[in-house]
């Protein structure tokens, strides 16, 4: 079945540095992509998404691209924060059935001062 | 700013007790999603619904949980008996058919 891997974290890095985390995906045809983001204690909230291949999304100065080729939708980040500090999943809507939200393991990501 | 809402934020129960989680969709989404997240196994899928049916719940333990939406603005997840090995943070997402789910803010069930 269609599935997402995920680089293990933890991913720790100083602030202002550049971020990479690597996702890629397992699937039939055309699957949409997301980025989801967690904050301690809270909920998962969308940060970005890809609907079709070269796609590219980009929301708070986090961008990933829709690699067919590669099947990949690395997460990067050109300077990090410490309020970037989270866990990150990267999740794919099959093509077969839109109803599905099938999410990888998460990778934490800390940023220090 | 519509949001998913889940009741109660917290909860502490003792073994064999049941446990009923509750959560409203945002209006006018047609697939209600719940997960479990845990260190050890991280966010899995326990059920989900389209338009209130049931769709998918092979990631539920069915002996113990059952997942139902009696009307359009509520979906709940019951517990009857919990166990220890349930203590874990269980959220409630919706969205529509082929786009993004929102999540709520997560119910964290501890049984002691």
């Known amino acids: 079945g269609d599935s997402v891997t995920q680089m293990e974290g933890p991913v720790t890095l100083s602030e202002e540095a550049f971020l990479t985390i690597n996702c890629t995906y397992t699937?039939?045809?055309?699957?949409?992509l997301f980025w989801y983001v967690q904050y301690p204690g809270e909920g998962l909230q969308l940060l970005l998404k890809?609907?079709?291949?070269?796609d590219k999304g980009s929301n708070k100065g986090f961008e990933a691209t829709y690699r067919k080729e590669t099947t990949s939708f690395h997460l990067e980040k050109g300077s990090v924060q410490v309020s970037d500090s989270a866990v990150y999943f990267c999740?794919?809507?099959?093509?077969?059935?839109?109803?599905?939200?099938?999410f990888g393991t998460g990778t934490r990501l800390q940023v220090f001062p | 700013d519509a949001r998913v809402t889940q009741t109660p934020r917290h909860k502490v129960t003792e073994m064999g007790q049941e446990v009923t989680m509750r959560c409203q969709p945002i209006?006018?989404?047609?697939?209600v999603f719940w997960y479990r997240q845990t260190m050890m196994q991280g966010l899995e899928l326990l059920a989900y619904?389209?338009?209130?049916?049931?769709?998918?719940d092979s990631g539920m333990p069915k002996d113990r949980f059952s997942a139902e939406m009696p009307d359009a603005t509520l979906a709940t997840l019951k517990i009857q008996p919990s166990e220890p090995r349930d203590s874990a943070v269980y959220f409630c997402?919706?969205?529509?058919?082929?786009?993004?789910?929102?999540f709520g803010q997560g119910t964290r069930l501890t049984v002691v």
């Open positions: 997402a919706s969205g529509t058919t082929g786009t993004e789910a929102f």
């Open positions: 699937a039939t045809g055309y699957p949409s």
């Open positions: 890809a609907t079709k291949a070269d």
């Open positions: 999740a794919l809507i099959p093509y077969y059935n839109t109803d599905k939200l099938i």
């Open positions: 209006l006018g989404h047609n697939t």
């Open positions: 619904f389209r338009n209130r049916a049931p769709l998918d």
